[in-house]
T-cell receptor
Framework: AQSVTQLGSHVSVSEGALVLLRCNYSSSVPPYLFWYVQYPNQGLQLLLKYTTGATLVKGINGFEAEFKKSETSFHLTKPSAHMSDAAEYFCAVTAGGATNKLIFGTGTLLAVQP | DTGVSQDPRHKITKRGQNVTFRCDPISEHNRLYWYRQTLGQGPEFLTYFQNEAQLEKSRLLSDRFSAERPKGSFSTLEIQRTEQGDSAMYLC?????????????FGPGTRLTVT
């Protein structure tokens, strides 16, 4: 079975500071990993994904994440936070197979202080 | 691409009433998913369609829930005899049937409030 743990339900950073959102996964097969962002009262937007190949993946809006198999982690980072980054972020895993259904973490709410 | 659309965006209903939600996936996406998201939680998988065939249902999908995807295009999710515990955001997602089948694109969701 697959699962995702997001450490820190709330993270607050200052504008211009480093953003680090943590995600650890559990999977019995090679995982596909995703980060999604959700703004209030909206659906989820795909930020970035890891399937195979390069372990450092770049996404939209300056975000990137590194797949570390030995640590079963897929942390999301951004060098410099913008006010517009304030949102909820979800890490998700799928093991592929017939459905590719996503298993989500509980989310991290990012606040950006001026 | 016009994206995944869902209708209505908000629904308020009284306990015991039936409700139906609609999802229009990205055209030519043959894979369609429904998820439910409650406050403070991540989305949870409800059901999956490949074309018109419903291939997987979560245990979360009680007998009061039914989903269809006639002709493999839009999908509907019906909840009968709604309960207060059904209050949630219902999200629809679609993905292509090719090598990018793992990329799911989400709609804006339908927020259901049961009073």
């Amino acid at each position: 079975a697959q699962s995702v743990t997001q450490l820190g339900s709330h993270v607050s950073v200052s504008e211009g500071a480093l953003v680090l959102l943590r995600c650890n996964y559990s999977s019995s097969v090679p995982p596909y990993l995703f980060w999604y962002v959700q703004y209030p009262n909206q659906g989820l937007q795909l930020l970035l994904k890891y399937t195979t190949g390069a372990t450092l993946v770049k996404g939209i809006n300056g975000f990137e994440a590194e797949f570390k198999k030995s640590e079963t982690s897929f942390h999301l980072t951004k060098p410099s936070a913008h006010m517009s980054d304030a949102a909820e972020y979800f890490c998700a895993v799928t093991a592929g197979g017939a459905t590719n259904k996503l298993i989500f973490g509980t989310g991290t709410l990012l606040a950006v202080q001026p | 691409d016009t994206g995944v659309s869902q209708d209505p965006r908000h629904k308020i209903t009284k306990r015991g009433q039936n409700v139906t939600f609609r999802c229009d996936p990205i055209s030519e996406h043959n894979r369609l998913y429904w998820y439910r998201q409650t406050l403070g939680q991540g989305p949870e998988f409800l059901t999956y369609f490949q074309n018109e065939a419903q291939l997987e249902k979560s245990r979360l999908l009680s007998d009061r829930f039914s989903a269809e995807r006639p002709k493999g295009s839009f999908s509907t999710l019906e909840i009968q005899r709604t309960e207060q515990g059904d209050s949630a955001m219902y999200l629809c997602a679609s993905s292509p049937g090719d090598f990018r089948s793992y990329e799911q694109y989400f709609g804006p969701g339908t927020r259901l409030t049961v009073t």
